[in-house]
Nanobody, 114 residues
Framework: QVQLVESGGGLVQAGGSLRLSCAASGSVFRFKAMGWYRQAPGKQRELVASITGGGSTNVADSVKGRFTISRDNGKNTVYLRLNSLKPEDTAVYYC????????WGQGTQVTVSS
């Protein structure tokens, strides 16, 4: 069973930056496309960034130019760099495979104050 542990969230002012990390267990990690998802209060979970096993990336239009996804297969870790944060980026951020595994981590809270 894959375990996913997210970290790095926090409270920042608008315009600030954070780097999120996701540590994944399991030997299949390096072959899996991975993504960062977020869920804001009262909204559905959405995929904001993805990265293939080979390192090709894609980000949602709402975060394009501000968020960067990367991975270190040797460390079984996926990262999300969040720059120029906006209050509307406030959400719990999760990582998971694409398509996602059945189990999710606890997520990490990102709160952006105006």
């Amino acid at each position: 069973q894959v375990q996913l542990v997210e970290s790095g969230g926090g409270l920042v002012q608008a315009g600030g930056s954070l780097r999120l990390s996701c540590a994944a267990s399991g030997s299949v990690f390096r072959f899996k496309a991975m993504g960062w998802y977020r869920q804001a209060p009262g909204k559905q979970r959405e995929l904001v960034a993805s990265i293939t096993g080979g390192g090709s990336t894609n980000v949602a239009d709402s975060v394009k130019g501000r968020f960067t996804i990367s991975r270190d297969n040797g460390k079984n870790t996926v990262y999300l760099r969040l720059n120029s944060l906006k209050p509307e980026d406030t959400a719990v951020y999760y990582c998971n495979a694409i398509p996602p595994f059945d189990s999710w981590g606890q997520g990490t809270q990102v709160t952006v104050s105006s």
